[in-house]
Protein backbone atom coordinates (compact mmCIF):
# COMPACT_ATOMS: atom_id res chain seq x y z
CA UNK A 1 0.00 0.00 0.00
CA UNK A 2 1.45 3.43 -0.84
CA UNK A 3 2.75 5.14 1.71
CA UNK A 4 0.59 8.43 0.55
CA UNK A 5 -2.16 6.20 1.75
CA UNK A 6 -1.42 5.92 5.44
CA UNK A 7 -3.66 8.55 7.57
CA UNK A 8 -1.95 9.89 10.30
CA UNK A 9 -2.48 11.52 13.80
CA UNK A 10 0.26 13.89 14.49
CA UNK A 11 1.60 17.74 14.78
CA UNK A 12 4.64 19.35 15.48
CA UNK A 13 6.23 16.21 16.51
CA UNK A 14 10.24 17.03 17.60
CA UNK A 15 12.30 16.45 15.07
CA UNK A 16 14.34 13.60 16.76
CA UNK A 17 10.90 11.24 15.88
CA UNK A 18 11.26 11.93 12.69
CA UNK A 19 13.25 8.58 12.23
CA UNK A 20 9.98 6.41 13.25
CA UNK A 21 8.52 7.70 10.30
CA UNK A 22 6.05 10.03 11.62
CA UNK A 23 6.83 13.62 9.71
CA UNK A 24 3.89 14.95 8.33
CA UNK A 25 2.33 13.47 5.48
CA UNK A 26 1.22 16.86 3.58
CA UNK A 27 -0.67 16.59 0.09
CA UNK A 28 -0.98 19.04 -2.33
CA UNK A 29 -4.06 20.63 -1.53
CA UNK A 30 -2.91 21.00 2.15
CA UNK A 31 0.57 22.59 1.40
CA UNK A 32 -2.12 25.15 -0.57
CA UNK A 33 -3.94 26.10 3.29
CA UNK A 34 -1.02 24.95 5.28
CA UNK A 35 -1.37 28.78 6.23
CA UNK A 36 -4.91 28.57 7.24
CA UNK A 37 -5.51 30.04 11.05
CA UNK A 38 -7.30 27.87 13.06
CA UNK A 39 -7.77 23.96 13.89
CA UNK A 40 -5.93 21.62 10.96
CA UNK A 41 -9.08 19.69 11.02
CA UNK A 42 -10.96 22.96 9.96
CA UNK A 43 -8.68 23.32 7.02
CA UNK A 44 -8.68 19.96 5.92
CA UNK A 45 -12.29 20.04 5.72
CA UNK A 46 -12.43 23.06 4.14
CA UNK A 47 -10.14 22.00 1.22
CA UNK A 48 -11.35 18.23 1.10
CA UNK A 49 -15.28 19.75 1.03
CA UNK A 50 -15.69 16.39 -1.37
CA UNK A 51 -14.15 13.63 1.13
CA UNK A 52 -17.50 11.88 2.42
CA UNK A 53 -16.49 8.43 3.48
CA UNK A 54 -19.42 7.06 5.70
CA UNK A 55 -21.50 5.11 2.60
CA UNK A 56 -19.83 5.97 -0.96
CA UNK A 57 -16.37 5.38 -0.71
CA UNK A 58 -17.46 2.19 1.85
CA UNK A 59 -19.56 0.34 -0.60
CA UNK A 60 -17.12 1.13 -4.16
CA UNK A 61 -18.78 -0.95 -7.02
CA UNK A 62 -17.16 -4.12 -7.21
CA UNK A 63 -15.34 -4.47 -3.84
CA UNK A 64 -16.58 -7.69 -1.73
CA UNK A 65 -15.26 -6.12 1.34
CA UNK A 66 -15.47 -9.82 3.08
CA UNK A 67 -13.16 -11.07 0.14
CA UNK A 68 -10.91 -8.23 0.68
CA UNK A 69 -9.65 -9.99 3.82
CA UNK A 70 -6.65 -12.05 2.89
CA UNK A 71 -5.50 -9.75 -0.39
CA UNK A 72 -3.64 -7.21 -0.10
CA UNK A 73 -4.60 -6.16 -3.44
CA UNK A 74 -8.67 -5.62 -2.94
CA UNK A 75 -6.96 -4.01 0.34
CA UNK A 76 -5.71 -1.18 -1.18
CA UNK A 77 -8.35 -0.84 -3.46
CA UNK A 78 -10.84 -0.56 -0.88
CA UNK A 79 -8.92 2.84 0.66
CA UNK A 80 -10.88 5.65 -1.30
CA UNK A 81 -9.14 7.84 -3.56
CA UNK A 82 -10.09 10.48 -1.05
CA UNK A 83 -7.45 9.27 0.85
CA UNK A 84 -4.81 11.24 -0.99
CA UNK A 85 -5.99 14.64 0.20
CA UNK A 86 -5.73 13.95 3.88
CA UNK A 87 -3.19 15.35 6.16
CA UNK A 88 -0.98 13.11 8.86
CA UNK A 89 -1.02 14.92 12.43
CA UNK A 90 2.01 13.60 14.76
CA UNK A 91 1.66 12.92 18.30
CA UNK A 92 2.24 15.87 20.07
CA UNK A 93 -0.48 18.34 18.62
CA UNK A 94 -1.89 19.97 21.80
CA UNK A 95 -4.51 21.09 19.78
CA UNK A 96 -5.85 17.36 19.07
CA UNK A 97 -4.00 15.69 22.14
CA UNK A 98 -5.39 17.49 25.77
CA UNK A 99 -3.29 16.12 28.19
CA UNK A 100 -4.95 15.98 31.88
CA UNK A 101 -2.29 15.45 34.37
CA UNK A 102 -2.79 17.14 37.88
CA UNK A 103 0.61 17.11 39.24
CA UNK A 104 4.34 18.15 36.84
CA UNK A 105 6.01 15.14 35.18
CA UNK A 106 9.94 14.72 35.19
CA UNK A 107 11.48 12.48 32.46
CA UNK A 108 15.44 13.04 30.62
CA UNK A 109 14.99 15.33 27.49
CA UNK A 110 15.92 15.01 23.72
CA UNK A 111 20.03 15.92 25.66
CA UNK A 112 20.15 13.55 28.15
CA UNK A 113 18.86 15.87 31.42
CA UNK A 114 16.22 15.40 33.61
CA UNK A 115 13.34 18.31 33.17
CA UNK A 116 10.00 18.93 34.96
CA UNK A 117 6.92 18.83 32.46
CA UNK A 118 4.42 20.95 33.32
CA UNK A 119 0.94 20.24 34.87
CA UNK A 120 -1.34 19.05 31.83
CA UNK A 121 1.74 18.94 29.50
CA UNK A 122 2.66 15.67 27.05
CA UNK A 123 6.24 14.15 28.30
CA UNK A 124 8.34 12.77 25.67
CA UNK A 125 10.39 10.48 26.98
CA UNK A 126 14.21 9.37 25.89
CA UNK A 127 16.34 6.97 26.38
CA UNK A 128 18.95 8.26 29.60
CA UNK A 129 22.19 6.65 27.87
CA UNK A 130 21.31 6.67 24.22
CA UNK A 131 19.38 9.51 24.27
CA UNK A 132 16.63 7.60 21.66
CA UNK A 133 13.52 8.93 21.45
CA UNK A 134 11.17 6.31 23.12
CA UNK A 135 7.75 8.28 22.39
CA UNK A 136 4.61 9.98 25.14
CA UNK A 137 5.28 8.65 28.16
CA UNK A 138 1.86 7.49 29.96
CA UNK A 139 2.37 5.91 33.60
CA UNK A 140 0.10 5.24 36.19
CA UNK A 141 -0.15 7.13 39.48
CA UNK A 142 2.98 6.44 41.65
CA UNK A 143 4.42 8.26 44.72
CA UNK A 144 8.04 8.42 46.07
CA UNK A 145 8.43 7.40 49.49
CA UNK A 146 11.51 8.97 49.69
CA UNK A 147 11.39 12.24 51.02
CA UNK A 148 14.33 14.31 50.20
CA UNK A 149 15.35 12.68 47.14
CA UNK A 150 16.88 16.19 45.60
CA UNK A 151 19.45 16.20 49.01
CA UNK A 152 18.76 19.28 50.95
CA UNK A 153 19.49 20.28 53.77
CA UNK A 154 22.95 18.93 53.09
CA UNK A 155 26.09 20.82 54.66
CA UNK A 156 29.88 20.12 52.81
CA UNK A 157 32.39 20.00 55.77
CA UNK A 158 34.36 16.86 57.19
CA UNK A 159 32.39 14.73 58.20
CA UNK A 160 29.62 17.68 56.75
CA UNK A 161 25.78 16.93 57.61
CA UNK A 162 23.80 14.81 55.48
CA UNK A 163 20.86 15.84 54.01
CA UNK A 164 17.56 15.91 55.63
CA UNK A 165 15.99 12.37 56.43
CA UNK A 166 19.05 10.46 55.04
CA UNK A 167 20.37 7.82 58.08
CA UNK A 168 23.90 8.14 58.90
CA UNK A 169 26.51 7.37 56.37
CA UNK A 170 28.86 4.52 56.59
CA UNK A 171 31.60 4.57 59.41
CA UNK A 172 34.04 1.70 58.04
CA UNK A 173 36.91 4.64 57.11
CA UNK A 174 38.72 7.37 58.99
CA UNK A 175 37.50 9.92 56.79
CA UNK A 176 34.09 10.61 55.03
CA UNK A 177 33.16 13.96 53.75
CA UNK A 178 29.87 15.75 52.37
CA UNK A 179 31.88 17.89 49.45
CA UNK A 180 28.25 19.36 48.64
CA UNK A 181 24.71 19.05 46.84
CA UNK A 182 24.99 19.53 43.09
CA UNK A 183 23.45 18.13 40.18
CA UNK A 184 24.29 15.79 37.36
CA UNK A 185 22.41 16.18 33.74
CA UNK A 186 19.70 17.69 35.85
CA UNK A 187 19.36 15.12 38.51
CA UNK A 188 19.82 16.59 42.02
CA UNK A 189 22.03 14.86 44.52
CA UNK A 190 25.15 14.86 46.90
CA UNK A 191 28.41 14.05 46.41
CA UNK A 192 30.27 12.55 49.24
CA UNK A 193 33.91 11.12 49.66
CA UNK A 194 35.24 8.07 51.65
CA UNK A 195 38.84 7.85 52.34
CA UNK A 196 41.72 6.00 54.54
CA UNK A 197 42.26 2.66 55.35
CA UNK A 198 39.21 0.52 56.77
CA UNK A 199 38.50 0.10 59.89
CA UNK A 200 36.05 -2.85 59.35
CA UNK A 201 35.37 -5.38 56.23
CA UNK A 202 31.65 -5.25 57.54
CA UNK A 203 28.78 -4.70 55.72
CA UNK A 204 28.72 -0.82 55.12
CA UNK A 205 25.34 0.21 54.92
CA UNK A 206 23.43 3.71 54.31
CA UNK A 207 19.92 4.53 54.41
CA UNK A 208 19.12 7.29 51.78
CA UNK A 209 15.70 7.65 54.00
CA UNK A 210 13.67 7.29 56.93
CA UNK A 211 12.16 3.54 57.36
CA UNK A 212 8.55 2.95 55.19
CA UNK A 213 5.94 1.35 56.31
CA UNK A 214 3.80 -1.12 54.33
CA UNK A 215 1.98 -4.11 54.09
CA UNK A 216 4.76 -7.38 53.66
CA UNK A 217 3.84 -8.69 50.30
CA UNK A 218 4.02 -5.81 48.43
CA UNK A 219 6.07 -5.26 45.72
CA UNK A 220 8.65 -2.76 45.98
CA UNK A 221 10.73 -0.64 43.69
CA UNK A 222 13.60 1.17 44.32
CA UNK A 223 16.21 3.28 42.40
CA UNK A 224 18.83 5.78 42.53
CA UNK A 225 21.54 7.40 40.45
CA UNK A 226 24.73 6.69 41.32
CA UNK A 227 28.23 7.64 39.58
CA UNK A 228 31.84 7.09 40.34
CA UNK A 229 33.08 10.96 40.57
CA UNK A 230 36.96 11.01 41.66
CA UNK A 231 39.12 7.85 43.22
CA UNK A 232 39.46 4.79 42.27
CA UNK A 233 36.91 1.44 43.84
CA UNK A 234 40.33 -0.47 44.76
CA UNK A 235 39.64 -2.31 48.08
CA UNK A 236 35.84 -1.53 47.51
CA UNK A 237 33.26 -4.52 46.54
CA UNK A 238 29.78 -5.49 46.88
CA UNK A 239 27.92 -2.50 46.65
CA UNK A 240 24.23 -2.77 45.74
CA UNK A 241 21.17 -0.56 45.66
CA UNK A 242 18.71 -2.35 48.36
CA UNK A 243 14.80 -1.80 48.81
CA UNK A 244 15.19 -3.20 52.70
CA UNK A 245 18.75 -2.47 54.17
CA UNK A 246 17.97 -5.52 56.77
CA UNK A 247 17.01 -8.36 54.86
CA UNK A 248 17.05 -7.47 51.40
CA UNK A 249 19.73 -9.11 48.85
CA UNK A 250 19.40 -6.30 46.79
CA UNK A 251 20.86 -5.56 43.38
CA UNK A 252 24.41 -5.61 42.34
CA UNK A 253 26.37 -3.05 40.82
CA UNK A 254 29.66 -1.39 39.73
CA UNK A 255 29.91 2.20 40.37
CA UNK A 256 31.38 4.31 37.06
CA UNK A 257 29.70 6.75 35.35
CA UNK A 258 26.41 7.96 35.34
CA UNK A 259 23.62 5.45 36.35
CA UNK A 260 20.02 4.71 37.48
CA UNK A 261 20.50 1.03 39.71
CA UNK A 262 16.88 -0.18 40.20
CA UNK A 263 15.89 -3.09 42.30
CA UNK A 264 12.27 -4.78 42.57
CA UNK A 265 11.28 -6.94 45.50
CA UNK A 266 8.53 -8.49 47.61
CA UNK A 267 8.83 -7.26 50.46
CA UNK A 268 8.82 -9.69 53.71
CA UNK A 269 9.26 -7.35 56.56
CA UNK A 270 7.62 -3.90 57.46
CA UNK A 271 8.76 -1.41 57.88
CA UNK A 272 11.59 -1.42 54.69
CA UNK A 273 14.58 1.33 54.48
CA UNK A 274 15.69 1.90 51.25
CA UNK A 275 19.44 2.31 50.12
CA UNK A 276 23.08 1.30 49.63
CA UNK A 277 25.42 -1.22 50.81
CA UNK A 278 29.13 -2.21 49.77
CA UNK A 279 31.83 -3.73 51.29
CA UNK A 280 35.77 -3.17 51.85
CA UNK A 281 37.77 -6.19 51.04
CA UNK A 282 40.33 -5.70 54.14
CA UNK A 283 41.63 -3.83 56.41
CA UNK A 284 45.00 -2.91 55.78
CA UNK A 285 44.30 -0.92 52.14
CA UNK A 286 43.81 2.60 51.61
CA UNK A 287 40.32 3.39 50.04
CA UNK A 288 39.74 6.58 48.12
CA UNK A 289 36.72 7.41 46.26
CA UNK A 290 33.83 9.88 45.65
CA UNK A 291 30.40 9.38 44.44
CA UNK A 292 27.42 11.01 43.74
CA UNK A 293 23.83 9.86 45.07
CA UNK A 294 20.97 11.41 43.44
CA UNK A 295 17.36 11.17 42.70
CA UNK A 296 16.37 8.04 44.98
CA UNK A 297 12.91 6.85 44.87
CA UNK A 298 11.04 3.89 46.21
CA UNK A 299 7.45 3.08 44.95
CA UNK A 300 4.95 0.61 46.55
CA UNK A 301 3.01 -2.07 44.36
CA UNK A 302 5.03 -1.35 41.45
CA UNK A 303 7.01 -3.85 39.68
CA UNK A 304 9.41 -1.34 37.69
CA UNK A 305 10.87 1.99 39.27
CA UNK A 306 9.21 4.67 36.87
CA UNK A 307 10.55 7.91 35.51
CA UNK A 308 11.76 10.01 38.75
CA UNK A 309 9.57 12.10 40.94
CA UNK A 310 10.89 14.75 42.72
CA UNK A 311 9.39 16.72 46.02
CA UNK A 312 8.92 20.71 44.95
CA UNK A 313 12.36 22.40 46.35
CA UNK A 314 11.68 23.56 49.58
CA UNK A 315 9.29 20.98 50.39
CA UNK A 316 10.38 17.45 51.28
CA UNK A 317 7.63 14.96 51.21
CA UNK A 318 6.89 11.88 49.94
CA UNK A 319 5.22 13.06 46.72
CA UNK A 320 2.85 11.37 43.76
CA UNK A 321 2.98 12.11 39.93
CA UNK A 322 -0.60 11.58 38.39
CA UNK A 323 -2.03 10.19 35.33
CA UNK A 324 -1.87 11.37 32.38
CA UNK A 325 -5.32 11.11 30.56
CA UNK A 326 -5.85 11.67 27.04
CA UNK A 327 -9.50 12.16 25.82
CA UNK A 328 -9.63 13.25 22.25
CA UNK A 329 -12.76 14.26 20.41
CA UNK A 330 -13.77 12.51 17.16
CA UNK A 331 -14.85 15.22 15.35
CA UNK A 332 -11.21 16.66 15.40
CA UNK A 333 -10.73 13.80 13.29
CA UNK A 334 -12.74 15.06 10.55
CA UNK A 335 -12.70 12.34 7.60
CA UNK A 336 -9.70 10.38 9.23
CA UNK A 337 -12.62 8.89 11.57
CA UNK A 338 -15.13 6.37 10.13
CA UNK A 339 -17.84 5.46 13.12
CA UNK A 340 -18.71 2.14 10.38
CA UNK A 341 -15.69 1.01 9.41
CA UNK A 342 -11.87 1.08 10.66
CA UNK A 343 -7.90 0.43 11.22
CA UNK A 344 -6.33 1.68 14.09
CA UNK A 345 -2.60 1.25 13.91
CA UNK A 346 -0.44 2.17 17.26
CA UNK A 347 3.49 1.76 17.23
CA UNK A 348 4.11 1.68 21.51
CA UNK A 349 6.79 0.01 23.59
CA UNK A 350 6.77 -1.02 27.08
CA UNK A 351 8.63 0.26 30.57
CA UNK A 352 11.68 -1.12 31.24
CA UNK A 353 11.34 -3.62 33.93
CA UNK A 354 8.95 -6.36 34.58
CA UNK A 355 6.87 -7.05 32.64
CA UNK A 356 4.00 -8.77 35.40
CA UNK A 357 3.98 -9.20 39.47
CA UNK A 358 1.48 -9.88 42.03
CA UNK A 359 0.55 -6.05 41.88
CA UNK A 360 0.57 -5.41 38.12
CA UNK A 361 -1.69 -8.61 36.43
CA UNK A 362 -4.58 -6.45 34.81
CA UNK A 363 -3.83 -5.90 31.06
CA UNK A 364 -3.15 -2.00 29.93
CA UNK A 365 -4.54 -0.28 27.17
CA UNK A 366 -2.96 0.68 24.62
CA UNK A 367 -5.66 2.96 22.76
CA UNK A 368 -9.75 2.87 22.74
CA UNK A 369 -12.45 4.54 21.31
CA UNK A 370 -15.94 5.02 23.26
CA UNK A 371 -17.75 7.32 25.04
CA UNK A 372 -15.43 8.27 28.30
CA UNK A 373 -17.76 5.95 30.23
CA UNK A 374 -17.22 1.81 30.86
CA UNK A 375 -20.30 0.56 29.19
CA UNK A 376 -19.59 2.14 25.82
CA UNK A 377 -16.17 1.44 24.34
CA UNK A 378 -13.49 -1.02 22.33
CA UNK A 379 -9.98 -0.98 21.96
CA UNK A 380 -6.66 -2.56 21.76
CA UNK A 381 -5.01 -3.83 25.17
CA UNK A 382 -2.12 -5.65 25.84
CA UNK A 383 -1.72 -8.86 28.38
CA UNK A 384 0.46 -8.23 31.71
CA UNK A 385 3.38 -10.82 29.95
CA UNK A 386 3.61 -8.70 26.44
CA UNK A 387 2.55 -12.61 24.81
CA UNK A 388 -1.28 -11.60 23.57
CA UNK A 389 -2.48 -8.24 22.10
CA UNK A 390 -6.39 -8.42 22.47
CA UNK A 391 -9.19 -6.53 20.97
CA UNK A 392 -11.99 -5.84 23.66
CA UNK A 393 -15.64 -3.91 23.16
CA UNK A 394 -18.23 -3.63 25.27
CA UNK A 395 -21.67 -2.34 24.09
CA UNK A 396 -24.11 -0.90 26.11
CA UNK A 397 -22.79 -2.37 29.46
CA UNK A 398 -22.14 -5.74 27.51
CA UNK A 399 -18.86 -7.22 27.10
CA UNK A 400 -18.70 -8.86 23.68
CA UNK A 401 -16.76 -11.25 21.53
CA UNK A 402 -12.92 -9.80 21.99
CA UNK A 403 -10.05 -11.02 19.44
CA UNK A 404 -6.57 -11.65 20.09
CA UNK A 405 -3.44 -12.37 18.75
CA UNK A 406 -0.31 -14.22 20.09
CA UNK A 407 2.68 -12.78 20.10
CA UNK A 408 6.52 -13.36 21.28
CA UNK A 409 7.02 -10.52 24.00
CA UNK A 410 9.54 -7.83 23.13
CA UNK A 411 12.16 -6.74 24.91
CA UNK A 412 12.20 -3.94 27.56
CA UNK A 413 11.71 -1.12 25.87
CA UNK A 414 11.34 -1.99 22.23
CA UNK A 415 8.82 -0.47 20.03
CA UNK A 416 6.32 -3.02 18.64
CA UNK A 417 3.33 -2.13 16.41
CA UNK A 418 -0.62 -3.67 17.01
CA UNK A 419 -3.62 -2.92 14.73
CA UNK A 420 -7.00 -4.00 14.75
CA UNK A 421 -10.40 -3.32 12.51
CA UNK A 422 -13.75 -3.40 12.36
CA UNK A 423 -16.70 -3.25 9.66
CA UNK A 424 -20.38 -3.43 11.24
CA UNK A 425 -21.80 -3.67 7.82
CA UNK A 426 -19.71 -7.10 7.04
CA UNK A 427 -19.59 -7.77 10.12
CA UNK A 428 -15.94 -8.19 10.45
CA UNK A 429 -13.45 -7.38 13.39
CA UNK A 430 -9.44 -8.84 13.64
CA UNK A 431 -6.62 -7.63 15.17
CA UNK A 432 -3.08 -7.36 14.62
CA UNK A 433 0.45 -7.21 15.59
CA UNK A 434 4.39 -7.74 15.27
CA UNK A 435 3.44 -9.46 11.86
CA UNK A 436 0.92 -12.19 13.23
CA UNK A 437 -3.08 -11.94 12.49
CA UNK A 438 -5.33 -12.90 14.90
CA UNK A 439 -8.88 -15.57 13.60
CA UNK A 440 -11.28 -12.97 12.10
CA UNK A 441 -14.33 -12.77 13.79
CA UNK A 442 -17.81 -12.42 11.47
CA UNK A 443 -20.92 -11.29 12.30
CA UNK A 444 -19.89 -8.94 14.32
CA UNK A 445 -22.82 -6.01 13.61
CA UNK A 446 -22.46 -3.39 16.55
CA UNK A 447 -19.57 -1.00 18.32
CA UNK A 448 -20.04 0.95 20.94
CA UNK A 449 -21.32 4.67 20.60
CA UNK A 450 -18.24 6.51 19.75
CA UNK A 451 -17.10 10.31 20.96
CA UNK A 452 -13.65 9.92 21.57
CA UNK A 453 -10.60 8.22 21.45
CA UNK A 454 -8.63 7.54 24.02
CA UNK A 455 -4.92 6.73 23.91
CA UNK A 456 -3.68 4.92 26.88
CA UNK A 457 -6.46 4.04 28.64
CA UNK A 458 -9.48 1.62 28.41
CA UNK A 459 -12.53 3.82 30.14
CA UNK A 460 -11.32 4.47 33.49
CA UNK A 461 -9.13 1.57 34.10
CA UNK A 462 -6.60 -0.28 32.95
CA UNK A 463 -4.21 2.32 31.78
CA UNK A 464 -0.89 2.07 29.79
CA UNK A 465 2.46 1.73 31.62
CA UNK A 466 4.34 2.37 28.36
CA UNK A 467 5.23 4.78 26.00
CA UNK A 468 2.83 5.68 22.54
CA UNK A 469 5.41 6.73 19.28
CA UNK A 470 2.30 6.61 16.74
CA UNK A 471 -0.97 6.45 16.61
CA UNK A 472 -2.52 6.18 12.43
CA UNK A 473 -6.12 6.30 12.08
CA UNK A 474 -7.58 4.84 8.72
CA UNK A 475 -10.91 5.42 7.81
CA UNK A 476 -11.57 1.93 6.41
CA UNK A 477 -11.22 -1.45 7.44
CA UNK A 478 -7.98 -3.91 6.30
CA UNK A 479 -8.12 -7.48 7.12
CA UNK A 480 -6.27 -10.70 6.84
CA UNK A 481 -3.20 -10.11 5.33
CA UNK A 482 -2.87 -6.95 5.14
CA UNK A 483 -3.61 -5.79 8.68
CA UNK A 484 -0.95 -7.94 9.41
CA UNK A 485 1.17 -6.80 6.75
CA UNK A 486 0.86 -3.53 8.53
CA UNK A 487 2.53 -4.46 11.82
Do not use: K
Request: proline residues 7%.
Amino acid sequence: MAEADRLRLAARLPAEYASFGYAPLLADDMRAVAAVAGDVADALAASNANVILADADREQTGIDRAAAAGSATLAGAIVPASADNTVGRRLNDTSLWPVVRATPAWGFNSLGNLEETPVDTLRWEFDFSTLAPLGAAFAPTRTNQITNPRAEGAVAGTPGTLPTGWSARPTGVPITEVVGITTRRGIPGLLVRFSGVPTSTGPQQWGLNGSVSHTVGNVISTSVYVELVAGSLTNVGNFGVRGNLGNDPGTAFTPGALARYTRTWTSSASPSQPGLRWTYLDTVTEVDFTIFVGAPSMEINAPYCSAPILAPVGSPAATSRAQSTIDIPVRLLGSRYNRRAGTIIVDWNSQPGAFTSANDTDFMTLVSLGDLGANEVMGLLVNPQHTSVVFRRTVGGSPLTTASVTITAPSAGQTIRSAFAWDIDAGLMQVAARGAVGAQLTGQTSIPNVTHIMPGRFSTTRALSGRLVGIEIRPTAIFGASLAALT
